[in-house]
């Protein structure tokens, strides 16, 4: 199904994937710099909009599209902060596949402003069915990831 709100979802460009987030009060702490655990939202936003603009959209897993119901959960998180994001910047969040292995998926993700690096994150996730137990990529699914995080 084609993404109802084009544009919204970001782009991909070049094997990666780059969502822009503008960063309001609520994602601040009381000094005005983005509070850390908003940058973990703004990383999984762009994983998501990743996996959406490649057409494997999360509602479509838990429905069973590809067999049985699936989900995707995060095993491992490595967060780098260097720099901070103020209020009412605007943040560009790259997410690009880096390994795509058994049951798991390796992530590399930075959040910039401009060409400055903020946040570096390398993410895994797992492919798990609705009992909790990982499961292998399906091939639809694996092609997909794989031709998306091609370079151009």
């Known amino acids: 199904m084609p993404d109802p709100s084009p544009g919204l979802g970001g782009r991909l460009e070049g094997g990666a ?3 822009p987030v503008r960063i309001y009060f609520e994602d601040t702490d009381f000094s005005g710099v983005v509070y850390h655990g908003s940058y973990v939202r703004f990383l999984e936003r762009g994983r998501t909009e990743f996996l959406r603009s490649v057409g494997i959209g999360h509602d479509g897993l838990a429905r069973g599209a590809h067999g049985e119901r699936l ?6 998180m490595g967060i780098e902060f260097l720099k901070p994001a103020r209020i009412d910047d605007i943040v560009e969040v790259e997410t690009r596949p880096k390994a795509l292995t058994g049951a798991r998926c ?10 400055e690096v903020l946040v570096t994150a390398e993410v895994t996730v797992a492919l798990i069915n609705d009992a909790g137990r990982a499961r292998r990529w399906p091939d ?3 092609q997909t990831i794989l031709r998306a995080s091609a370079p151009a």
């Open 17 to 19: 994937h780059f969502l």
């Open 71 to 76: 989900a995707f959960a995060v095993r491992r």
């Open 106 to 115: 390796i992530l590399a993700q930075a959040i910039r402003r401009g060409r």
């Open 140 to 142: 639809a699914i694996r």
